[in-house]
């Protein structure tokens, strides 16, 4: 079983907020709304540029570590 990573974009014709996968990132998706077409890109990026596997993976990796250390932090409090 595997774990599928999400992040939320806004789409840029109808401004729903949608899950994206972190794999489409760099890619051209649609929109389930309105149907646009647009590049998957999460805005915290500066680059928009393509990444590559190995990228999306630590990016995963690194907000896993972020929420987890924020919960922990939160649990002690």
């Known amino acids: 079983?595997?774990?599928?990573?999400?992040?939320?974009?806004q789409c840029p014709t109808?401004?729903?907020r949608l899950q994206v996968r972190i794999n489409d990132l760099g890619r051209n998706v649609s929109c389930q709304?309105?149907?646009?077409?647009?590049?998957?890109?999460?805005?915290?990026?500066?680059?928009?540029?393509?990444?590559s596997a190995l990228d999306s993976v630590e990016m995963a990796?690194?907000?896993?570590?972020?929420?987890?250390?924020?919960?922990?932090h939160h649990a002690t409090m």
């Open 1 to 9: 079983m595997s774990i599928v990573t999400y992040f939320i974009q």
């Open 14 to 16: 109808c401004g729903r």
């Open 33 to 51: 709304h309105c149907h646009a077409e647009f590049t998957a890109s999460d805005p915290s990026m500066s680059s928009s540029q393509p990444i």
């Open 61 to 72: 990796l690194r907000k896993a570590e972020a929420f987890l250390s924020a919960r922990t």
